[in-house]
């Protein structure tokens, strides 16, 4: 916070932190340095409203709320927080991929009351995706296509996945490692490539709903009920089947990747797909994300945006960064 006063003449202020349970507060501002612990042993209970009346105070000139949640729960909020002229800036995919009427509703109360609503790592995490067609889409280009690798879940396990493995000793291990969700089965249901691809289809300014994506589960029917210790004890079943499709790319000499894509006619689908091991998709590693954006400017080569995708600090610092694009769009300087 230091450098930024000093160097670049912004002044942040975090003047509160709040989870599910407790929450601290601070009237001038405190820093970061051990704030779970401070949460943690804190004797304020956690109050939702109480803190965001806090953290709006008269004698600041700009208050921002940062959901670093997944709650949908949390999202309802985001109107009435913006109609108080607090701005919003979140990684929480679930306002963007709500109706369409709740989507337009946000944009309609942003643009009414001056408030910044910024979501960039709502799509591959630090890189800049959206903002990229963003700029594509205000200057006149026109999106023909939208194909990535959005999952850097996903990513990790074709990646990983090369025939010396069972599958499923390759989720597990992904999942020990912390790169899955709890229960990866939230992860191999396709369901959060298939928001992604909301996310950008609505900012190709297409009508789109989560419904009308057409998925491809990961996940065996006969395994998507029961507990995550059920589901992993019984997917080494499935091998087999995952195992084949490798061997079928492999007969190509092509390469297993699961991707969504996205088109102006509205058709969005996310599926396992192959790919030519000349293709971009094909050089990624680790838990690389990657889009390719092929528009009337970028049609004999499409633009392509890569990098790590998934992971708390890349996260982190997509967050940081749409902080530091309000700050310059409202003038946070000291």
Known sequence: METLRKEFKIDLRVRGVLNSKAMVLSEQGRTLENWRESVKEGDLPGDLNAFVDHVQADHFPHAVILD????????????????????????????????????????????????????????????????????????????????????????YIFNTFDGTKPFSEIVAEARGRGYTEPDPRDDLSGMDVGRKLVILAREMGLDLELKDVRIESLVPESLRKGSVEEFLKHLPRHDQAMTDRLLQARGRDEVLRYVGVVDPEGECSVELKSYPRSHAFAGTSGSDNIVAFKTQRYHTQSLIVQGPGAGPDVTAGGVFADLLRLASYVGGTA
């Open 68 to 155: 670093c949640t997944s709650s949908a729960e949390l999202t309802t909020h985001y109107p009435r927080w913006l109609e108080r002229g607090i701005h919003i800036i979140t990684p929480n995919k679930k306002a963007n991929t709500d109706t369409m009427e709740f989507y337009r509703k946000l944009r309609s109360i942003s643009r009414a009351t001056g408030r910044h609503y910024l979501y960039e790592t709502t799509v591959g995490a630090g890189l800049p995706i959206i903002n990229t067609l963003r700029d594509l889409v205000q200057t006149g280009d026109q999106v023909l296509k939208i194909e990535g690798v959005l999952s850097g879940t996903l990513s």
